[in-house]
């Protein structure tokens, strides 16, 4: 069951340490609203993010830009403020589209769309992103 997956070992103290940068973290996702709640809450992840999206709220799955857009706007920032971090191509290649800097966490099975634009980080796991992120 989705809603009772645990976080990669490496989640919850990359996002601590993105937070305690200064990052602002929110959610994004194609699951429902009380879905990611509950996977969230039992992967023990609620705290650390400031606010989670749903494309429930527009109606539209990633890569669809609608999701992309609604975020920026609700968050009243730029896209090339925002960076997208994610572990599935099409969550990149939508965030890409829209004009967001993007990141790819390796994870076991997924790869990246060879016609897609290259991210802009390319890592193994959140710490290696942290410190690419915080050492500019």
Do not use: C
């Not at 601590?16 to 200064?22: D, I, N, R, T, V």
């Not at 699951?31 to 996977?39: E, K, L, P």
């Not at 790869?111 to 050492?135: C, F």
Request: charged fraction near 20%; hydrophobic fraction near 45%; proline fraction near 7%.
């Amino acid at each position: 069951m989705i809603t009772q997956l645990p976080a990669h070992e490496d989640v919850k103290p990359g996002l601590k340490a993105l937070s305690e940068h200064g990052f602002h973290l929110v959610s994004l996702t194609n699951s429902s609203t009380a879905g990611v709640a509950a996977q969230f809450n039992y992967a023990g992840l609620t705290n650390l993010f400031v606010k989670r999206f749903s494309v429930e709220d527009v109606e539209a799955f990633k890569p669809h830009p609608k999701p992309y857009l609604m975020v920026l706007k609700e968050l009243d920032i730029q896209p090339q403020e925002a960076l997208m971090v994610a572990a599935h191509a099409w969550d990149l290649a939508g965030a890409k589209a829209v004009g967001l800097q993007t990141a790819f966490i390796r994870r076991p099975g997924t790869t990246l769309y060879p016609n897609a634009t290259k991210p802009d980080y390319i890592v193994n796991h959140l710490h290696e992103l942290v410190d690419q992120l915080t050492s500019k």
